[in-house]
Each structure stands twice: as C-alpha cells, then as structure tokens.
C-alpha cells in the first residue's frame, strides 16, 4: 500500500466534523477558523519507540497515548482541544498495527471532538509527533507562573501507578495479578484532564501536568513562580495497587518520582479553595490536597508532621535517554 492510500484509508477517515475546520486532509494545508475572543493554545509532544513506550506496547495503546500526552498539555492550559496533526515515521506498513493505532488515537479524539486536520506519513524508526490545538477565552489560561505562598497544592486522580507498570515490565517489581491489569492500564490508556483544567479557569493560580514525576514538575511550578512547597506525605493518592506492591515508604518515592501520570497539578489560593472545589464537583474528577506553597525556593516534604528528606530523583524514560 503506497502512502496516499495509506492517508486515504485510515487518516482520513475520522468521523468528527467540526464546523472551525474550513479545509481538512487533503490539501497543502488546512485551514481552521477560530472563534472570536478566544485564544489559540498549541503543543508538540514526539513520542519514539524504546524511548517514550517500551517496543512491545499495543498499537492501539500508542495511538491513544499520543493523543492523551498532548490533550494533556492542554489540559493543564484550561485549554479545550480542537484540532490535531499527526507526524508519523513508521517502519513499515503494516494495516493492521495502523488500524489500531487509529482505533486507540480516534476514540479519544471522538470523545473530546477533536479533529485530525493534518500531517505527515514517513518511513523509518517508529516515531509520532503530534502537535494539538486548543482554544481558550481571551486571557484565561492556566500557566506555571502565579502560585503564592500560602496556596494550596492539589492532584487530580491517583499518582505512581504508571511508573509501577514500568518497573513491572522490567521484572524490578512483581505486581499482583489482581492489579495488573489496572496499572498496566495507566501507563498505557492514561486519561488527559481536559475537563477539570477547563473547571480550574478563574480559581487556580498555576497548573501544571504531570508527565516528568511530581516533584520534578512541581518544581516547574516553584522556579516559574518564584516560591517553595511542602508536600505532605501523609495525604499523597496512592493505590492501594502501588502501596500493596512495594510498601509505604517506597510509594510514596515512586509517587515523587515517577512520571508519566498526566493528572493535572494545581495551586489554589485560601479565598478560591471553596469555588475550585464546586466547579471540580461538576467534572468527575477526583482532586487531593498535598501540600502548601511557601516562600522557602525550596521543595521539603513532611511525613507524620515531621520533616523528611526522601529521594525522588526526577523521572526519566525508562531508557534513560528522553532529551
Ligand atoms: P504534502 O506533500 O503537501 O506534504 P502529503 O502527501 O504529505 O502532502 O499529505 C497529503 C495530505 O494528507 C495533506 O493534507 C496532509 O496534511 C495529510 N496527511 C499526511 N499524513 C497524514 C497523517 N499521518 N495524518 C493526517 N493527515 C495526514
Ligand atoms: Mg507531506
């Protein structure tokens, strides 16, 4: 099969039509039109096989988690997901693998009315660029910057679970039947936050997703915002997957350190905690307290009200070799 077909068949094949998409597939570009007093939000995230997902992932997993990593960039923007390209480099054709891969990218896509508008089909190493749009109302995005000493921190969702999966692909840890499936599946099938970022407009005062591990993206927060925190061990969402699997202690490193967990990290002030809380209420997503900002430009951790010191050394893809 020769690479127009290729498109023809699969790429174009998207049921969602929105009514922002002028020109689609099929032409040197396409052509979209947003609405007035909105704001375009834009990401890229590559995904490269044996780098970002170990060789033997699903087709249908690495279709779904090139859309999820993106949408939860924008996610962590207040952003709501419009169009996406698509840049893949793949080793050969192979109909089926394609087809599953568009099965696990489309249903997400489906789900959030994201239209695939574009891109690129080449042949080499597996590799997938995405680059996702978003709109949001004139100058109401989240961003990193603005958290304040006394905000409070929260996570959406549970935290750890993604980095056990990897640690039981590789034999390090052994993850009872019972839970494989579940933890397999937040690495895998993980879900972007787009509806609780969109809640988070006007109540948080930074946001962040969490891809590269909980401390490391959090200091994100803290050198762009120009603070400190304290995280309070006691209260982090582990599983009871992650805690039965390697004990307290080592959980609550993992879930420092880990990565790959796209839930959303959030500040919110005393005076909007109340606010934050109700319109999250509407969206079905669970949110946890887990610290506090302070003025220190330094991240601690309290375990028993008692100061810590833990090593979370920030996460990296399990090659070692993300750049
Ligand atoms: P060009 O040579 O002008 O770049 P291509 O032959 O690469 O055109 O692509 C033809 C059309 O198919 C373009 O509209 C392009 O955006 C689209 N396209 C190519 N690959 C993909 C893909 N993987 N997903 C979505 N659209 C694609
Ligand atoms: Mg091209």
């Known amino acids: ?25 099929g032409d040197d570009c396409a052509i979209v039109t947003p609405s007035e007093r909105q704001n375009i939000a834009i990401t890229t995230d590559t995904l490269v096989a044996g780098v970002h997902f170990p060789h033997e992932t699903s087709a249908r997993a690495i279709g779904h988690k090139s859309i999820a990593v993106n949408l939860s960039d924008l996610a962590a923007m207040g952003a709501e997901p419009t169009w996406i390209s698509l840049a893949i480099t793949l080793p050969e054709v192979d109909v089926k693998w394609v087809e599953e891969f568009c099965k696990g990218a489309f249903e997400l896509c489906e789900f959030y009315n994201v239209q695939l508008i574009g891109g690129d089909t080449t042949q080499g190493p597996l590799s997938i660029t995405l680059t996702a749009q978003g709109l949001v109302p004139h100058n109401t995005h989240l961003k990193r910057s603005g958290a304040k000493a006394g905000d409070w921190i929260y996570v959406t969702g549970e935290i750890g679970d993604a980095a056990l ?5 590789f034999k390090e840890v052994n993850v009872a039947p019972e839970y494989r499936e579940s933890v397999q599946r937040s690495l895998d099938f993980p879900t972007p936050r787009i ?12 946001a962040i997703d969490l891809s590269d591990g909980l401390i490391a993206d959090l200091g994100h927060i803290c050198t762009a915002s120009k603070v400190g925190a304290n995280i309070v ?36 002030s005393e005076d909007n905690k109340v606010g934050m809380e109700t319109a999250l209420a509407n969206t079905s997503n669970t949110i946890t307290c887990i610290g506090q900002i302070n003025g220190s430009e330094k991240i601690t951790t309290t375990l028993n009200s008692k100061p810590v010191s833990i090593h979370a050394n920030s996460f990296e893809h399990f090659s070692g070799t993300k750049t």
């Open 195 to 206: 509806l609780a970022g969109q809640a988070l407009r006007g109540y948080a005062s930074s």
């Open 165 to 169: 999966a990897l640690k039981h692909i």
């Open 233 to 268: 061990l006691d209260d982090l969402p582990i599983s009871n997957a992650l805690r039965d699997t390697v004990g307290l202690d080592k959980a609550y490193e993992m879930t420092l350190a880990g990565g790959d967990d796209y839930e959303l990290l959030f500040t919110v």
């Open 1 to 25: 099969m020769k690479e127009f077909e290729l498109i023809k068949r699969y790429f174009s094949e998207q049921m969602i039509k929105r009514k922002d998409v002028v020109l689609g597939i």
